[in-house]
């Protein structure tokens, strides 16, 4: 039995898309796409350097934006696709806005708020658990990231290009 069908496909796509694009401006290469209902609500890349703001990781602008069309208490029934495991601040945030699934393709094996380091998404002392699967484009995500990561050491070592 397969774990994705066509949408998970889809909206991940859309994911790898938006991390392509985030890449393209200098940005870490992650990309999230909130769906509810077989519709894609939100998507974005991370504009962390484009908006000068630690805060400005692609789930909170997802989350931000979804928060517009859906209202405060919208957030039943939604599934956020992210390409890397989110962090602590936006695992608490999932889980603050009550979103009730989520499909990230890498681990983040360093600051990994939902599996890899802390389990915030599924901690009995919080009022929502979120519903979690992993690995779709899990292969796509981590090459974007290498591939960022091994560009911008190449040019830490030999001086801006």
Known sequence: ??????FDLECMREAVRMAHEAAGLGEVPVGAVMAKAGRIISAAGN??????????????IVLSESSAQLGRHGFEGT????????????????V??????????????????????????????????IRIREGLMRKESRILLDDFFR????QNRHGSV
Request: overall charge negative; some cysteine; charged content about 25%.
């Open 79 to 94: 599934t956020l696709y992210v390409t890397l495991e989110p962090c602590v601040m936006c695992a608490g945030s999932l």
């Open 96 to 129: 603050a806005a009550r979103v009730e699934s989520l499909v990230f393709g890498a681990r983040d094996e360093r600051f990994g708020g939902c599996r890899s380091v802390y389990r915030i998404t599924d901690d009995f002392r919080l009022n929502h658990r």
């Open 47 to 60: 504009q962390v350097e484009g908006r000068n703001s630690g805060l400005a990781h692609a789930e909170m």
């Open 151 to 154: 560009h911008l050491r190449l």
């Open 1 to 6: 039995m397969c774990m994705w069908d066509d």
